[in-house]
C-alpha cells in the first residue's frame, strides 16, 4: 500500500481570524428580527410554488410581506437613532 502525501502546503492557512467577531455577532443580533420575517416570507412563497395561490395563501403571502416591512422599519430607525440621524 502506498501513502499519498500532499506535496504542497494548504491554499487557505489556518488562522485566528476565522471566527466572527463580537461586533459582527451583535451585528447578526440585531438583524435577526429580519431574517426571521424574510425566512417566513420566503416560506409562503415556496409553499405556493407547485400549486395555484388560494386566498389562504395570498393572505400569508401578505402578512409575511408586511413582517418583513416593519423589521427593516425597525431596523433602520434603530440604526439611525444609534448614529444619530434623523429617520
Given at each position: 500500500?502506498?501513502?499519498?502525501?500532499?506535496?504542497?502546503?494548504?491554499?487557505?492557512?489556518?488562522?485566528?481570524?476565522?471566527?466572527?467577531?463580537?461586533?459582527?455577532?451583535?451585528?447578526?443580533?440585531?438583524?435577526?428580527?429580519?431574517?426571521?420575517?424574510?425566512?417566513?416570507?420566503?416560506?409562503?412563497?415556496?409553499?405556493?410554488?407547485?400549486?395555484?395561490?388560494?386566498?389562504?395563501?395570498?393572505?400569508?403571502?401578505?402578512?409575511?410581506?408586511?413582517?418583513?416591512?416593519?423589521?427593516?422599519?425597525?431596523?433602520t430607525?434603530?440604526?439611525?437613532?444609534?448614529?444619530?440621524?434623523?429617520?
Open positions: 500500500m502506498e501513502f499519498i502525501a500532499a506535496l504542497q502546503n494548504r491554499v487557505t492557512p489556518w488562522s485566528d481570524g476565522l471566527e466572527p467577531t463580537d461586533a459582527e455577532l451583535d451585528a447578526i443580533e440585531a438583524e435577526m428580527p429580519l431574517i426571521l420575517a424574510e425566512v417566513d416570507l420566503l416560506d409562503a412563497l415556496i409553499s405556493q410554488l407547485d400549486r395555484p395561490v388560494s386566498e389562504f395563501d395570498a393572505r400569508r403571502i401578505r402578512r409575511a410581506r408586511n413582517r418583513v416591512l416593519a423589521a427593516r422599519r425597525d431596523l430607525n434603530r440604526t439611525a437613532a444609534v448614529s444619530g440621524d434623523a429617520a
